[in-house]
């Protein structure tokens, strides 16, 4: 008996408007499809606000883990800990 499970993979991410320093938080399986939507325009909620950069991903285990975590990255602390774990990276820009 085959006891490994499969895995599918989420990465939550934050991309960044080059327009407007505004970021935004997402999950997706296919980072690098994902985020060519959102430049091209084709992501409700981003649409007119690119070009994006992408300053931050981490990879998930599953689908819910990478929403649960994508939740916590949209709340207070969890906006807290992106610009304090990018610090460096933002004093750069």
Known sequence: MNHVKEFNFQYVYV??????????????????????????????????????????FEGCINKLDGYTREKYLKSGMGRKYLKNRLKCFLSLM
């Open 15 to 56: 991309i960044a408007s080059i327009k407007s320093g505004k970021w935004y938080i997402g999950c997706t399986n296919n980072l690098r499809k994902r985020f060519q939507e959102h430049n091209d325009g084709k992501s409700r909620y981003t649409m007119g606000r690119g070009p994006f950069k992408l300053i931050y």
